[in-house]
């Protein structure tokens, strides 16, 4: 019994100091989102990737694009501000996604491990434009062209985004909200209002994401607003979306 006893201890010893002699391993990181969401096809850029435990990371592990680590640090997260959706820290890399890219799938690995599989939001065939402000009220509204996308930030809290198109009577407008289903923190809200500054339609979270959906069938010819802000009234650099409007059937 001493002799097992004895074994054992020692064991514990030698256990504990394998444990001390070994660097302490990051937690295994988790990959959110991109800042900006949308990434360019066909050329290189810089996007920041945000999400959990990636300070120590040093390299991203690419499908359908080349890329370099450029750096990685913690990065706060504001007051009142869920974490799991912000994220607490971010890599920055230079991207190259080749012409014709279908798809773009990321790994971030850290001493713990590898990351989840965070698969970009990349650029299509619709003209891409980006948003600018200032487009916060209807006398202000950013003309919209059909079809394209919008490629935009809920900049700060209270931000109200609004974009005008025209239409004729009986023409079927689709206007998407692609934000949440990339791990954009945007719980958008989308609402469209005619040249009387009427509502005609809203949308909040749509087949169980937090990415609204409108799909309208125009009333008359005319002006319309489309306007989206944040379900929760938050904002930030970090709430990227795209907003894509077509013609429907
Ligand atoms: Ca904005
Ligand atoms: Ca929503």
Known sequence: MRYFALA????????????????????????????????????????????????????????GATL???????????????ADRIGDSEVEIELDVAKGAKAVKLIAVNTGGDSNTYELLLRDDLPAVSEKEDNGGFATAQPMPVPCAIEGTIKSERDVDVFKIEGKAGEKFVIEVQAAQFGSPLDGFLTLHDADRKLIASA?????????VLSVT????????????????????????RLVVKKGK
């Open 68 to 82: 370099k680590v450029l750096g990685a640090k913690a990065a706060g997260v504001p007051n009142n501000y869920p």
């Open 204 to 212: 909040d979270d749509v087949n169980g994401s937090p990415d609204p």
């Open 8 to 63: 054992a201890l020692l064991c514990t010893f030698a256990h504990a100091q394998d444990k001390k002699d070994q660097p302490k391993k990051d937690a295994p990181p988790k990959l959110l989102y991109a800042v900006p969401l949308v990434a360019k096809v066909g050329e290189k850029q810089k996007l920041a990737l945000r999400g959990k435990s990636l300070a120590g990371v040093k390299e991203v592990k690419a499908d």
């Open 218 to 241: 125009l009333p008359k010819d005319g002006v319309y607003y489309a306007s989206l802000i944040d379900a929760h009234d938050l904002g930030g650099a970090n709430f990227g979306y």
